[in-house]
């Protein structure tokens, strides 16, 4: 990697901004197993239903898969010194559970845990924290085949797989996050089907969410039990902070509407112990199979709360009908606003805002953003340069927000920016990049962009103010 010193372009005001954060404030980037590791069919890693999902024709853009992804699983060495080089505080990545128990539950596969062994291991010599996420969506296909997320048995094998890494690496790994975006898993995996197992069923979505939730819950306290004293345990969960196009009451109304479903859906039972009221009757559907004890377990107290967050909701209310809680209407495109290559609206106010509001709403002790960060169209000229000037603009506009956030009193502890590398971004394969490395996949080049020279930069400058 070329000099950061000279690469990363900070302006005077990044200098203030990097000033801004307190002591002991956690900079990482984030990963995903699936997207990253390739390595699918080695030392005996069972399938997913990722695998399965990307074979079947019509579901991922050109038919691509993670088969070879970024390669990482071959590549540890090499992408730990990247980060160390960058400067990272933290790395967050997900564990495959089909590389841990190939049948979803039963024989443990040892290569399997060896492999994030030794990830743990050359993280901590480097002095990068890992940020364990257990679940980032590939589901063991023997689950999905009894049904997956719908059936409340894959709560109960979720947390045994659980403690199955905890007992393993939970004498190094102080910090856990149960699940990334159940609200995906759930909605688009079950509800719309764009996500595996590509399930068209809203009901389904309902009732997978409940058992994602109760997975958490069973998980926490297991991890706990097999991790040094001091250890953190939360969940990610994708949120947007949801504003009123006009002043008109069905604004208003499907404001709450909105809310309810993007953010409130889990929102409510993990951190009230109960459901939103209405919220059923809002989707037109049946509750969940909700027993006895359930939210008890679903609301078990975590340590801190993992928000992802890429861009706000925009909402104009519906005239002629109530619309169902998934069926409110967004405004888009904003003739004045900037879009990334996923088609999500640039706002950086939405991050800020969303923070402080769950530090009004739900008094949350202890917050990270666990992802932000932008897809564009990067282009790689063949000589070591990446320019991506708007994924800078992205990130310094977002990052100014956690620092307003924070002065208005969110206990923000730390920001990873998605994603350390571009990969396999699930239905849209490759073609969405989101990295702060572009890896150039004919030859798994790692090339740093100007965004990863800037972020590097904003990291030493805030090193050596503290
Ligand atoms: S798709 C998605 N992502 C991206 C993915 O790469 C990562 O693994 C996820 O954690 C970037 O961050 C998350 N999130 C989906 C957001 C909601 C999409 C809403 C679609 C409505 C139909």
């Known amino acids: ?45 069972g399938s997913s239903i990722w695998d399965d999902f990307s074979a079947t024709p019509g579901k991922v853009f050109q038919g691509e898969n993670g088969n070879v992804a970024a390669d990482h699983y ?27 128990l190939p049948e979803g539950r039963g024989a443990i596969n040892n290569a399997g845990l060896d492999f994030y062994d030794r990830l743990v291991d ?54 856990w996050i149960t699940l990334n975006e159940p609200w995906c898993s759930a909605y688009l995996g079950y509800g719309i089907g764009i996500h595996a197992p590509g399930v068209q ?15 958490h819950g069973l998980a926490v306290p297991r991890i706990r039990a097999h991790s040094a004293p001091n250890s953190q345990v939360g969940i990610t969960l994708n949120l947007a902070h949801v504003y009123a196009n006009d002043e008109r009451p069905e604004t208003q ?29 809002q989707l037109g559907l049946n509750a969940p199979p909700v027993q006895d004890g359930d939210l008890a377990t679903i609301s078990t107290p975590i340590d801190f709360l993992g928000v992802n967050n890429y861009t706000r909701l925009l909402v104009k209310g519906n005239t002629e009908r109530i619309p169902l809680a998934d069926q409110v209407s967004l405004v ?23 923070l402080l509001r769950l530090t009004k709403d739900y008094a949350v002790s202890k917050l990270y953003v666990t992802e932000n ?9 063949g000589n070591g340069h990446v320019s991506d000037p ?35 971004e699930w239905a849209e394969g490759y073609s969405k990049r989101f990295g702060i490395v572009y890896i150039d996949y004919p030859t798994q080049k790692r090339v740093v962009k100007e965004s990863g020279y800037w972020y590097a930069g904003l990291l030493k400058a805030f090193n050596q103010a503290h």
């Open 253 to 281: 109304r499907d404001v709450a509407l909105a809310d309810a479903f993007s953010n409130r859906w889990f929102l409510d039972p993990i951190l009230r112990g109960h459901y939103t009221e209405g919220f059923f009757e």
């Open 373 to 381: 960060g932008a897809a564009f169209k990067d282009a790689w000229n």
């Open 74 to 100: 071959h590549r540890l060495a090499e992408d730990t010194e990247l980060m160390s080089s960058l400067g990272l505080g933290a790395y967050r990545f997900s564990i495959a559970w089909p590389r841990i």
């Open 201 to 215: 069923d809203r009901q389904a979505a309902l009732d997978a969410g409940h058992h994602l939730m109760l997975g």
């Open 1 to 45: 990697m070329q000099d950061i010193h000279n690469m990363s372009q900070l302006t005077s005001a990044d200098l203030e901004l990097a000033r801004a954060f307190p002591e002991g404030f956690l900079w990482g980037a984030a990963t995903a197993s699936y997207q990253i590791e390739g390595g699918a069919f080695e030392d005996g890693r």
């Open 390 to 424: 708007r994924r800078v603009d992205y990130l310094r506009t977002h990052i100014a927000g956690l620092a307003e956030a924070i002065q208005q009193g969110a206990p923000l502890r730390g920001y990873f920016v998605w994603s350390l590398m571009d990969n396999f």
């Open 122 to 175: 050359g993280l901590l010599a480097k002095g990068i924290t890992p940020y364990v996420t257990l679940y980032h969506w590939d589901l063991p296909s023997p689950l999905q085949q009894e049904g997956g997320w719908v059936k409340r048995e894959t709560a109960f094998a979720y947390a045994d797989f659980a403690e199955v890494v905890a007992k393993r690496l939970g004498d190094r790994v102080t910090n």
């Open 332 to 354: 888009a495109p904003i003739p004045s606003a900037c879009y990334t290559e996923m088609g999500w609206e640039v706002y950086p106010n939405g991050l800020r805002d969303l």
